[in-house]
C-alpha cells in the first residue's frame, strides 16, 4: 500500500509550479478550497491566521471529508 505525502505549504501556486519543474506533483498536497473559506473567516472573526494543515486537521476531526 502506498503511503500519501502531503506536504503543507502557505504559497500553493509557488509550490505548484516548483513540483511541475521539479516533477514532484504527485507528492504535492493542495488543500481543498473549503480550507481556504474556513481560514478566512476564522482570521476574520478571530484576528488570528492559523496554517492550512491546523485549518484541514481541524475539519477532519470536526467530520469533514475532502470529495
Known sequence: M????????ERVLESFY???TNKTLKY???PH???FYV???IEKRTGIRYSL???EN???LEGWKDG
Open 18 to 20: 516548483d513540483a511541475i
Open 33 to 35: 478550497s473549503k480550507v
Open 39 to 41: 481560514r478566512a473567516a
Open 53 to 55: 494543515e491546523h485549518i
Open 58 to 60: 481541524a475539519m477532519v
Open 28 to 30: 504535492l498536497h493542495v
Open 2 to 9: 502506498r503511503k500519501e505525502v502531503k506536504l503543507y505549504k
